[in-house]
Protein backbone atom coordinates (compact mmCIF):
# COMPACT_ATOMS: atom_id res chain seq x y z
CA UNK A 1 0.00 0.00 0.00
CA UNK A 2 1.39 3.14 -0.84
CA UNK A 3 1.62 5.88 1.64
CA UNK A 4 2.53 9.72 1.65
CA UNK A 5 6.72 9.67 2.75
CA UNK A 6 6.35 12.89 4.97
CA UNK A 7 2.54 12.25 6.58
CA UNK A 8 2.01 8.30 5.89
CA UNK A 9 -0.86 9.19 4.64
CA UNK A 10 -2.51 6.21 2.20
CA UNK A 11 -2.95 6.85 -1.40
CA UNK A 12 -6.64 5.86 -0.81
CA UNK A 13 -7.44 8.56 1.65
CA UNK A 14 -10.00 10.24 0.35
CA UNK A 15 -9.67 13.85 -0.82
CA UNK A 16 -6.22 12.72 -1.13
CA UNK A 17 -3.94 12.20 -3.82
CA UNK A 18 -0.10 11.08 -4.04
CA UNK A 19 2.53 12.51 -5.68
CA UNK A 20 4.97 10.66 -7.95
CA UNK A 21 7.92 11.89 -5.48
CA UNK A 22 5.66 10.15 -2.89
CA UNK A 23 4.23 12.95 -1.57
CA UNK A 24 0.71 13.60 -1.13
CA UNK A 25 -1.53 16.07 -2.11
CA UNK A 26 -1.64 17.52 2.11
CA UNK A 27 1.77 17.80 1.91
CA UNK A 28 2.56 19.67 -1.07
CA UNK A 29 -0.47 21.83 0.01
CA UNK A 30 -2.79 21.59 -3.10
CA UNK A 31 -5.48 22.15 -0.99
CA UNK A 32 -4.05 25.75 0.71
CA UNK A 33 -5.88 27.59 -1.89
CA UNK A 34 -9.52 26.53 -0.45
CA UNK A 35 -8.11 26.66 3.12
CA UNK A 36 -6.79 30.36 2.93
CA UNK A 37 -9.77 31.55 1.38
CA UNK A 38 -12.15 30.34 4.33
CA UNK A 39 -9.43 31.55 6.14
CA UNK A 40 -9.53 34.93 5.39
CA UNK A 41 -13.41 35.16 5.34
CA UNK A 42 -13.26 33.85 8.93
CA UNK A 43 -10.33 36.51 10.35
CA UNK A 44 -12.80 39.16 8.42
CA UNK A 45 -16.08 38.16 10.22
CA UNK A 46 -14.00 37.86 13.52
CA UNK A 47 -13.23 41.06 13.29
CA UNK A 48 -16.06 42.86 12.95
CA UNK A 49 -17.50 40.75 15.73
CA UNK A 50 -15.36 41.94 18.24
CA UNK A 51 -15.56 45.66 17.05
CA UNK A 52 -19.13 46.10 16.53
CA UNK A 53 -20.87 47.58 19.76
CA UNK A 54 -24.31 45.69 20.69
CA UNK A 55 -26.58 44.15 18.74
CA UNK A 56 -29.44 46.31 17.27
CA UNK A 57 -32.69 44.29 17.80
CA UNK A 58 -32.19 41.16 20.74
CA UNK A 59 -30.70 40.60 24.30
CA UNK A 60 -27.88 39.08 23.37
CA UNK A 61 -24.74 40.06 21.11
CA UNK A 62 -24.05 36.27 20.24
CA UNK A 63 -25.02 32.93 20.68
CA UNK A 64 -22.14 31.03 21.97
CA UNK A 65 -21.76 27.35 21.53
CA UNK A 66 -20.87 26.13 24.88
CA UNK A 67 -19.52 22.59 25.34
CA UNK A 68 -17.65 23.22 29.13
CA UNK A 69 -14.47 21.92 27.12
CA UNK A 70 -11.13 23.94 27.72
CA UNK A 71 -11.19 26.14 24.56
CA UNK A 72 -15.10 27.17 25.32
CA UNK A 73 -14.81 27.52 28.49
CA UNK A 74 -11.33 30.08 28.07
CA UNK A 75 -13.59 32.05 25.49
CA UNK A 76 -16.36 32.57 26.92
CA UNK A 77 -14.67 34.08 30.38
CA UNK A 78 -13.03 36.26 27.31
CA UNK A 79 -16.19 36.93 25.80
CA UNK A 80 -18.01 38.31 28.65
CA UNK A 81 -15.41 39.33 31.09
CA UNK A 82 -12.56 41.13 28.54
CA UNK A 83 -14.93 42.14 25.42
CA UNK A 84 -18.20 43.07 27.43
CA UNK A 85 -20.51 40.98 25.40
CA UNK A 86 -23.98 39.69 25.94
CA UNK A 87 -23.60 36.22 25.48
CA UNK A 88 -26.50 33.68 25.67
CA UNK A 89 -23.88 30.49 26.25
CA UNK A 90 -25.69 27.24 24.49
CA UNK A 91 -25.12 24.05 25.17
CA UNK A 92 -26.51 21.28 23.53
CA UNK A 93 -26.35 18.06 25.28
CA UNK A 94 -24.90 15.31 22.84
CA UNK A 95 -26.28 11.95 24.05
CA UNK A 96 -23.29 9.90 23.39
CA UNK A 97 -20.71 12.43 25.46
CA UNK A 98 -20.00 11.02 28.39
CA UNK A 99 -19.33 14.29 29.60
CA UNK A 100 -16.66 15.17 32.12
CA UNK A 101 -17.23 18.81 31.78
CA UNK A 102 -20.74 19.24 33.70
CA UNK A 103 -17.66 20.02 36.87
CA UNK A 104 -16.52 23.17 34.54
CA UNK A 105 -20.41 24.20 33.34
CA UNK A 106 -21.19 24.29 37.40
CA UNK A 107 -17.98 26.49 37.87
CA UNK A 108 -19.10 29.10 34.63
CA UNK A 109 -22.65 29.68 35.79
CA UNK A 110 -21.37 30.35 39.03
CA UNK A 111 -18.74 33.03 38.07
CA UNK A 112 -19.31 34.20 34.49
CA UNK A 113 -22.34 36.49 34.02
CA UNK A 114 -23.64 35.06 31.08
CA UNK A 115 -27.21 34.04 30.44
CA UNK A 116 -26.64 29.67 30.15
CA UNK A 117 -29.14 27.48 28.62
CA UNK A 118 -28.95 23.62 27.35
CA UNK A 119 -30.69 22.23 24.42
CA UNK A 120 -31.36 18.50 23.40
CA UNK A 121 -32.80 16.13 20.44
CA UNK A 122 -31.90 12.37 21.08
CA UNK A 123 -34.09 11.38 19.06
CA UNK A 124 -33.17 13.12 16.40
CA UNK A 125 -29.34 13.01 16.51
CA UNK A 126 -30.02 9.29 16.65
CA UNK A 127 -31.81 9.10 13.62
CA UNK A 128 -28.88 11.33 11.94
CA UNK A 129 -26.21 9.13 13.07
CA UNK A 130 -28.01 5.55 12.44
CA UNK A 131 -28.39 6.67 8.81
CA UNK A 132 -24.77 7.87 8.78
CA UNK A 133 -23.49 4.38 9.86
CA UNK A 134 -26.11 2.34 7.84
CA UNK A 135 -25.26 4.03 4.68
CA UNK A 136 -22.69 3.36 2.09
CA UNK A 137 -20.40 6.17 1.47
CA UNK A 138 -19.77 6.51 -2.31
CA UNK A 139 -15.97 6.37 -3.51
CA UNK A 140 -13.32 7.79 -4.30
CA UNK A 141 -14.60 10.29 -1.33
CA UNK A 142 -13.83 14.20 -0.53
CA UNK A 143 -11.55 15.49 1.85
CA UNK A 144 -13.05 14.59 5.29
CA UNK A 145 -15.21 11.84 4.41
CA UNK A 146 -13.81 9.11 7.01
CA UNK A 147 -14.98 11.74 9.88
CA UNK A 148 -18.62 12.09 8.54
CA UNK A 149 -20.42 10.73 11.36
CA UNK A 150 -18.58 13.66 13.62
CA UNK A 151 -18.85 15.47 11.49
CA UNK A 152 -22.75 15.13 11.30
CA UNK A 153 -23.07 14.82 14.60
CA UNK A 154 -21.73 18.19 14.65
CA UNK A 155 -23.83 19.88 12.30
CA UNK A 156 -26.87 18.89 13.74
CA UNK A 157 -26.45 20.51 16.70
CA UNK A 158 -25.23 24.17 14.89
CA UNK A 159 -27.96 24.16 12.57
CA UNK A 160 -30.26 23.76 15.80
CA UNK A 161 -27.67 26.58 17.65
CA UNK A 162 -28.27 28.47 14.21
CA UNK A 163 -31.81 28.19 14.53
CA UNK A 164 -32.23 29.45 18.22
CA UNK A 165 -30.18 32.54 16.96
CA UNK A 166 -32.26 32.86 13.90
CA UNK A 167 -35.58 32.91 16.10
CA UNK A 168 -34.50 35.38 18.79
CA UNK A 169 -32.54 37.94 16.58
CA UNK A 170 -29.09 37.02 17.72
CA UNK A 171 -26.24 38.19 15.02
CA UNK A 172 -23.61 35.94 15.69
CA UNK A 173 -22.93 32.44 16.83
CA UNK A 174 -19.21 31.52 18.62
CA UNK A 175 -18.13 28.02 17.85
CA UNK A 176 -14.68 27.55 19.48
CA UNK A 177 -13.15 24.72 17.03
CA UNK A 178 -9.33 24.21 17.74
CA UNK A 179 -7.04 25.81 15.01
CA UNK A 180 -6.72 22.62 13.26
CA UNK A 181 -11.22 22.17 12.79
CA UNK A 182 -11.61 26.23 11.70
CA UNK A 183 -9.82 24.74 8.41
CA UNK A 184 -11.61 22.42 7.92
CA UNK A 185 -15.56 23.74 9.01
CA UNK A 186 -18.01 25.91 7.04
CA UNK A 187 -18.27 28.94 7.87
CA UNK A 188 -21.21 30.73 5.89
CA UNK A 189 -24.67 29.78 7.87
CA UNK A 190 -26.43 28.93 4.61
CA UNK A 191 -23.87 26.17 2.80
CA UNK A 192 -24.05 24.71 6.68
CA UNK A 193 -27.75 24.25 6.14
CA UNK A 194 -27.64 23.69 2.32
CA UNK A 195 -24.34 20.57 3.39
CA UNK A 196 -27.28 19.28 5.81
CA UNK A 197 -29.65 18.64 2.61
CA UNK A 198 -27.35 17.56 0.29
CA UNK A 199 -26.03 15.01 2.62
CA UNK A 200 -29.32 13.96 4.24
CA UNK A 201 -31.86 14.83 1.30
CA UNK A 202 -35.20 16.45 2.35
CA UNK A 203 -37.04 13.31 4.37
CA UNK A 204 -34.58 13.11 6.92
CA UNK A 205 -34.03 17.07 6.91
CA UNK A 206 -37.66 17.40 7.40
CA UNK A 207 -37.99 14.72 10.03
CA UNK A 208 -35.31 16.76 11.98
CA UNK A 209 -36.09 20.33 11.59
CA UNK A 210 -39.34 20.81 10.18
CA UNK A 211 -40.04 23.56 7.26
CA UNK A 212 -37.73 25.66 9.78
CA UNK A 213 -34.58 25.27 7.24
CA UNK A 214 -36.34 26.49 4.33
CA UNK A 215 -36.96 29.53 5.91
CA UNK A 216 -33.11 30.25 6.94
CA UNK A 217 -32.19 29.17 2.82
CA UNK A 218 -34.28 31.78 1.56
CA UNK A 219 -34.03 34.27 4.33
CA UNK A 220 -32.04 37.71 3.11
CA UNK A 221 -28.32 37.54 4.51
CA UNK A 222 -28.72 40.16 6.76
CA UNK A 223 -31.32 38.48 8.79
CA UNK A 224 -29.05 34.86 9.07
CA UNK A 225 -26.71 35.09 11.59
CA UNK A 226 -23.10 34.55 11.22
CA UNK A 227 -20.42 32.62 12.62
CA UNK A 228 -17.25 33.43 14.66
CA UNK A 229 -14.63 31.00 15.07
CA UNK A 230 -12.79 33.31 18.09
CA UNK A 231 -9.74 30.53 17.86
CA UNK A 232 -8.76 32.18 14.46
CA UNK A 233 -6.87 35.20 16.42
CA UNK A 234 -4.67 33.03 18.15
CA UNK A 235 -4.30 30.55 14.96
CA UNK A 236 -0.25 31.09 15.72
CA UNK A 237 -0.47 30.52 19.17
CA UNK A 238 -2.98 28.12 20.64
CA UNK A 239 -1.32 26.23 23.28
CA UNK A 240 -3.81 24.16 24.87
CA UNK A 241 -1.70 23.82 28.16
CA UNK A 242 -1.48 27.61 28.63
CA UNK A 243 -5.80 27.98 28.38
CA UNK A 244 -5.41 24.73 30.86
CA UNK A 245 -3.13 27.12 33.12
CA UNK A 246 -5.07 29.94 32.87
CA UNK A 247 -8.19 28.78 33.31
CA UNK A 248 -7.09 26.94 36.75
CA UNK A 249 -6.01 30.26 38.28
CA UNK A 250 -9.07 32.00 37.68
CA UNK A 251 -10.82 28.93 39.39
CA UNK A 252 -12.89 27.71 36.03
CA UNK A 253 -11.89 24.65 35.37
CA UNK A 254 -11.75 21.10 36.85
CA UNK A 255 -9.35 19.59 36.17
CA UNK A 256 -10.21 15.43 34.09
CA UNK A 257 -7.79 13.77 32.17
CA UNK A 258 -10.54 12.81 30.07
CA UNK A 259 -12.03 15.93 28.71
CA UNK A 260 -15.41 15.54 26.86
CA UNK A 261 -15.38 12.49 25.81
CA UNK A 262 -17.33 10.33 23.08
CA UNK A 263 -18.63 7.08 23.64
CA UNK A 264 -18.93 6.05 19.68
CA UNK A 265 -15.08 7.00 19.55
CA UNK A 266 -14.78 2.97 18.97
CA UNK A 267 -17.76 2.99 16.16
CA UNK A 268 -15.97 6.44 15.00
CA UNK A 269 -12.84 3.38 14.33
CA UNK A 270 -15.16 1.17 13.19
CA UNK A 271 -16.64 3.50 10.52
CA UNK A 272 -13.51 4.71 8.91
CA UNK A 273 -11.71 1.45 8.83
CA UNK A 274 -14.93 -0.13 6.64
CA UNK A 275 -15.71 2.54 4.40
CA UNK A 276 -11.91 4.51 4.24
CA UNK A 277 -8.88 1.84 5.36
CA UNK A 278 -7.84 4.34 8.30
CA UNK A 279 -8.31 5.12 11.97
CA UNK A 280 -10.49 7.57 13.03
CA UNK A 281 -7.35 10.11 13.86
CA UNK A 282 -5.69 9.36 10.84
CA UNK A 283 -5.66 13.11 9.46
CA UNK A 284 -4.69 14.74 13.05
CA UNK A 285 -1.71 12.06 13.24
CA UNK A 286 -0.81 12.90 9.74
CA UNK A 287 -0.74 16.57 10.33
CA UNK A 288 0.99 15.85 13.77
CA UNK A 289 3.68 14.30 11.57
CA UNK A 290 4.06 17.02 8.84
CA UNK A 291 4.07 19.81 11.58
CA UNK A 292 6.96 18.00 13.39
CA UNK A 293 8.72 17.21 10.04
CA UNK A 294 8.47 20.98 9.29
CA UNK A 295 10.10 21.82 12.55
CA UNK A 296 12.37 19.69 14.42
CA UNK A 297 11.93 21.64 17.35
CA UNK A 298 8.33 21.53 17.41
CA UNK A 299 7.12 20.52 20.61
CA UNK A 300 3.71 21.87 21.34
CA UNK A 301 0.87 20.05 20.08
CA UNK A 302 -1.40 22.58 18.40
CA UNK A 303 -4.78 19.67 17.99
CA UNK A 304 -6.29 18.24 20.98
CA UNK A 305 -4.94 14.70 20.82
CA UNK A 306 -1.33 13.82 20.92
CA UNK A 307 0.84 11.73 18.90
CA UNK A 308 3.93 10.72 20.35
CA UNK A 309 6.83 11.70 18.20
CA UNK A 310 8.35 7.78 18.19
CA UNK A 311 5.00 5.96 17.14
CA UNK A 312 5.31 3.81 14.61
CA UNK A 313 1.92 5.04 13.63
CA UNK A 314 1.13 2.62 10.39
CA UNK A 315 2.03 -0.44 12.33
CA UNK A 316 0.05 0.74 15.43
CA UNK A 317 -2.92 1.57 12.83
CA UNK A 318 -2.89 -2.05 11.37
CA UNK A 319 -3.28 -3.72 14.52
CA UNK A 320 -5.61 -1.06 15.58
CA UNK A 321 -7.60 -2.02 12.35
CA UNK A 322 -7.47 -5.85 13.03
CA UNK A 323 -8.82 -5.15 16.48
CA UNK A 324 -11.42 -3.20 15.43
CA UNK A 325 -12.83 -5.71 12.77
CA UNK A 326 -12.86 -8.70 14.78
CA UNK A 327 -14.66 -6.89 17.36
CA UNK A 328 -17.55 -5.72 14.98
CA UNK A 329 -17.92 -9.23 13.29
CA UNK A 330 -17.92 -11.23 17.07
CA UNK A 331 -14.64 -12.60 16.56
CA UNK A 332 -11.63 -13.58 18.56
CA UNK A 333 -11.08 -13.61 22.63
CA UNK A 334 -12.11 -10.39 24.23
CA UNK A 335 -9.42 -10.95 26.76
CA UNK A 336 -6.85 -10.79 24.15
CA UNK A 337 -8.61 -7.69 22.67
CA UNK A 338 -8.50 -5.61 25.82
CA UNK A 339 -4.95 -6.29 26.07
CA UNK A 340 -3.73 -5.44 22.68
CA UNK A 341 -5.64 -2.61 23.00
CA UNK A 342 -4.48 -1.28 25.82
CA UNK A 343 -0.79 -1.76 24.95
CA UNK A 344 -1.92 0.54 21.77
CA UNK A 345 -3.42 3.30 23.66
CA UNK A 346 -0.43 3.54 26.04
CA UNK A 347 1.62 3.44 22.60
CA UNK A 348 -0.33 6.90 22.06
CA UNK A 349 0.54 8.38 25.29
CA UNK A 350 -2.63 7.39 27.03
CA UNK A 351 -2.36 6.84 30.98
CA UNK A 352 -3.10 2.69 32.12
CA UNK A 353 -6.17 3.89 33.50
CA UNK A 354 -7.45 5.89 30.34
CA UNK A 355 -6.20 2.70 27.99
CA UNK A 356 -8.39 0.39 29.85
CA UNK A 357 -11.49 2.53 30.29
CA UNK A 358 -11.12 3.08 26.56
CA UNK A 359 -10.75 -0.76 25.75
CA UNK A 360 -13.32 -1.31 27.55
CA UNK A 361 -15.51 0.84 25.55
CA UNK A 362 -14.04 -0.60 22.11
CA UNK A 363 -15.17 -4.33 23.73
CA UNK A 364 -18.61 -3.01 23.99
CA UNK A 365 -19.47 -1.64 20.21
CA UNK A 366 -21.39 -4.13 18.98
CA UNK A 367 -23.67 -3.41 22.47
CA UNK A 368 -23.56 0.66 21.24
CA UNK A 369 -24.44 -0.14 17.45
CA UNK A 370 -27.42 -2.20 18.39
CA UNK A 371 -28.30 0.41 20.62
CA UNK A 372 -28.49 2.78 17.65
CA UNK A 373 -30.14 0.55 15.53
CA UNK A 374 -26.56 0.33 13.28
CA UNK A 375 -25.68 -2.66 11.66
CA UNK A 376 -22.06 -3.67 11.66
CA UNK A 377 -20.67 -5.61 8.84
CA UNK A 378 -17.53 -7.77 9.70
CA UNK A 379 -15.96 -7.61 6.39
CA UNK A 380 -13.01 -4.84 6.01
CA UNK A 381 -12.75 -1.86 3.95
CA UNK A 382 -14.80 -2.26 0.80
CA UNK A 383 -13.60 -1.63 -3.28
ZN1 LIG B 1 1.45 13.61 3.19
Same mark, same amino acid.
Given at each position: MPICTVCSLKDTHPGVTLGDDGVCSLCTLDAAGDLLENFVYTRRVFEEFTRGGPAPDGDYDCLFMYSGGKDSTYMLDKFVNEYGKRVLAYTFDVPFESTHAAGNIKLARERIPATFMTDSDDDGIKAVMREVFNRTPEKPGKYLDEKLPCVSCRTFFVIRAVLHAYRHRIPYIVLCADPQQI?????? %???????????????????????????????????? !????? !?????????????????? +?? +??????? !???????????????????WDCMFY??????????? *????????? %??????? *??????????????????????????????????????????????????????????? %????????????????
Open positions: LTMESD %TREIVRGFYRAFGARLTGESFRSELEQLLFAEDGEL !PRIVF !PFIAMRYAYDPDRIVAEL +KE +KGLYASS !PLETHCTLFPLLNYYSFTNKLNAASHRRAV *RRDENHDRS %TFSISFP *RAADLPWIEERLKKVVLEIAADRGDPAAHESELVDLFTRLDASEDAARFLAREFLGMRK %TAAGLGITLRSSGARA
